[in-house]
């Protein structure tokens, strides 16, 4: 077996309750195949400035960089999003580690799982089949540019900014992962308008040149969003930079069933971080009903991307695959079809991943 230390940042609201199962999963599994898992935790998002006044403690960060991957549940507090003049805000936690770790590539498979058609609020036949892959620019874009805020408090500005190597970096792997697919790479912009997506279109135009295996196609932000629930099986691979990308995905979490089924890994320069695509959910936190499948699904991800252990991240999907088929819900992925008791909380549905698992 693989000797392996992971990080694990719980962080608010529903990340506490659903990251509890994706460890549990890791555990599991590092038992069934004779691996040894040693696992650490941090603190970051709302719960670390509590604690510390600071939502990325220099003490996670150490812990995150000498681990050999990390599992996060998601950060967040009503408290923030109520008071836009608050400095020190629980997202600024998450932005550094990613910067701090240079996350640059964060993948969103949507895969939709057959049990779920009847789920998502689009109808069966225009979802069944469909899966995609987007590579969503994750260090990048308005997020990291110059932020002002006039003396006078009356005008703001973000600076939406790409470098030719961002783009570049981001378009490679999109495509290697294309050569690895059905060959089809869609890069989303807005190039009409915007000059940092003009430059995307450029640079996605040169390397494409690299893959002529791969057929590619541009399209804008507007179309692809009216696109990807028209026909979401037209998508194989989108590449797209870090704000599309936010927004594209949690629209396509409708092709999946919801946001709680949907996992990331965001890679780069060093160690791998998972996460479910959700954040801390103030609606339904301490109500123990998230749907823990995203961190289950992300913790899959981890053990396949970080540590090349294929067969184990496949067995997990296999156990969330059969959880499904038996029935098990938790509300968010319930239908009218569902039995009332098949209904659950995150503690039972994670419980029947696990007994799937044995
Ligand atoms: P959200 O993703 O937390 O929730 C959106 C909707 O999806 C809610 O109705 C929620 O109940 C539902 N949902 C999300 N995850 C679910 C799950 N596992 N099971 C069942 N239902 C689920 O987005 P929001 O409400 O816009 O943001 C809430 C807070 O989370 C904000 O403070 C925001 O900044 C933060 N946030 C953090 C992350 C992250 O940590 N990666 C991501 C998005 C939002
Ligand atoms: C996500 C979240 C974050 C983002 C926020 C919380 C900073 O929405 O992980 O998708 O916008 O990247
Ligand atoms: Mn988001």
């Known amino acids: 077996g693989v000797e392996k230390k992971i990080l694990v940042i719980p962080g608010d609201g529903i990340g506490q309750e659903v990251t509890a199962w994706g460890q549990k999963v890791l555990m599991a599994i590092a038992q069934n195949y004779h691996h040894t898992f040693t696992f650490e935790e941090g603190i970051m998002g709302h719960v670390a400035i509590e604690a510390t006044g600071n939502p990325l403690p220099d003490e996670t960060l150490e812990k995150a960089r000498r681990s050999d991957a990390i599992l996060f549940g998601a950060i967040g507090h009503a408290k923030y999003d109520n008071d836009p003049t608050l400095k020190v805000r629980p997202e600024q936690g998450l932005l550094k580690i990613r910067k701090e770790l240079g996350l640059?590539?964060?993948?969103?498979?949507?895969?939709?799982?057959?049990?779920?058609?009847?789920?998502?609020?689009?109808?069966?036949?225009?979802?069944?089949?469909?899966?995609?892959?987007?590579?969503?620019?994750?260090?990048?874009?308005?997020?990291?540019?110059?932020?002002?805020?006039?003396?006078?408090?009356?005008?703001?500005?973000?600076?939406?900014?790409?470098?030719?190597?961002?783009?570049?970096?981001?378009?490679?792997?999109?495509?290697?992962?294309?050569?690895?697919?059905?060959?089809?790479?869609?890069?989303?912009?807005?190039?009409?308008?915007?000059?940092?997506?003009?430059?995307?279109?450029?640079?996605?135009?040169?390397?494409?040149?690299?893959?002529?295996?791969?057929?590619?196609?541009?399209?804008?932000?507007?179309?692809?969003a009216m696109q990807l629930i028209k026909d979401p099986k037209r998508f194989d691979v989108v590449v797209t930079g870090n704000l599309f990308g936010d927004i594209l995905t949690d629209e396509a979490s409708q092709i999946a069933g919801s946001m709680g089924m949907l996992a990331s890994a965001s890679v780069g320069d060093s160690t791998g971080f998972y996460e479910p695509i959700h954040g801390s959910a103030h609606d339904i936190a301490g109500k123990g009903i998230a749907n823990p499948l995203a961190s289950i699904l992300s913790a899959a991800l981890l053990l396949d991307i970080s540590f090349g252990l294929k067969t184990e991240s496949q067995r997990v999907i296999k156990a969330v695959e059969a959880t499904l088929r038996q029935g098990f819900r938790t509300m968010d992925i319930a239908n009218k079809h569902t039995v009332n008791d098949c209904i659950m909380g995150t503690d039972a549905m994670g419980a029947k991943v696990l007994e799937n698992l044995n």
């Open 104 to 224: 640059y590539a964060n993948l969103r498979p949507i895969k939709l799982f057959d049990e779920l058609l009847e789920a998502s609020s689009i109808k069966p036949e225009i979802l069944r089949g469909a899966d995609i892959l987007f590579f969503r620019e994750l260090t990048g874009d308005v997020y990291f540019g110059e932020k002002i805020r006039t003396a006078d408090r009356n005008t703001a500005s973000d600076l939406m900014i790409y470098h030719r190597y961002e783009v570049e970096r981001i378009a490679r792997k999109a495509y290697e992962a294309a050569r690895t697919r059905r060959k089809k790479l869609c890069s989303v912009d807005k190039a009409n308008v915007l000059e940092a997506s003009r430059l995307w279109r450029e640079v996605v135009q040169e390397v494409a040149k690299e893959y002529p295996d791969v057929e590619t196609e541009h399209m804008f932000i507007d179309n692809a």
